[in-house]
């Protein structure tokens, strides 16, 4: 999984709780991102980031908060956790993120699966 | 709103045979599409990608056919194998920005 782990791996909260998943990588790669995925959905984008304390919201940002205060690692918080955030987090990184003409490609970690119930 | 259109949603095909699974997008500032396999358990995995200014792009058995001015783009499969058996997903790319948007996936199953 090119050099990038996820903790946790499984993760059981109860609604109301704060939650905050780990991405951890060791290619110093500048973007990092995180995707939720769900049946029927596909993988949806929630915050991604282009450098240390600098991120930017994906189209399902709503209830999620995120910090990278060392190139290596991106934080996904959830503040109060919900039923609707049950699903399955994937962190991907990339060298070169959105520039035109770059590889574009994206590395996807092993993903953590949160139940709250 | 999906942003990129993904069928069929799964797929049966014979050992040897060919998988085709089909994209469609409208936004015209997409410049990007990859094409990734997900195995159970697994994150997704770049499999092939291609830009729009080119119709075709082959990777052994993998090939992607892009129709600009349909907006559409599919993936083919030549010579299915079990070991193909896996999730696709097809994504696209604006040249605005760094988000990618990702197909719902299609479930490939191949039959021995």
């Known amino acids: 999984d090119a050099g990038i782990t996820q903790s946790p791996r499984h993760k059981v909260t109860e609604t109301g709780t704060p939650v905050t998943l780990r991405c951890h990588q060791t290619?110093?790669?500048?973007?990092m991102y995180w995707y939720r995925q769900d049946p029927g959905h596909g993988l949806r984008l929630i915050h991604y980031?282009?450098?240390?304390?600098?991120?930017d919201k994906g189209e399902v940002s709503d209830g999620y908060s995120v910090s990278r205060s060392k190139t290596e690692d991106f934080l996904l918080t959830l503040e109060s956790a919900t039923s609707s955030q049950t699903s399955v987090y994937f962190c991907a990184i990339s060298p070169y993120g959105g520039l035109a003409g770059g590889t574009h490609e994206q590395y996807f970690g092993p993903g953590t699966r949160l139940t709250v119930t | 709103q999906q942003q990129v259109k993904q069928s069929p949603q799964s797929l049966i095909v014979q050992k040897g045979g060919i998988s085709i699974i089909n994209c469609a997008y409208e936004?015209?500032?997409?410049?990007?599409f990859p094409w990734y396999q997900q195995f159970p358990g697994k994150g997704p995995a770049l499999l092939i990608a291609?830009?729009?200014?080119?119709s075709e792009k082959k990777e052994g058995r993998f090939t992607i056919s892009f129709n600009k001015s349909a907006k559409q783009f599919s993936l083919h499969i030549m010579d299915s194998q079990p070991g193909d058996s896996a999730t696709y997903f097809c994504a696209a790319e604006s040249n605005t920005g760094n988000q990618f948007y990702f197909g719902t996936g299609t479930s490939l199953t191949v039959i021995p």
């Open positions: 980031s282009y450098g240390v304390k600098d991120t």
């Open positions: 291609i830009r729009p200014d080119v």
């Open positions: 290619e110093n790669h500048r973007y």
């Open positions: 936004n015209t500032a997409f410049d990007y």
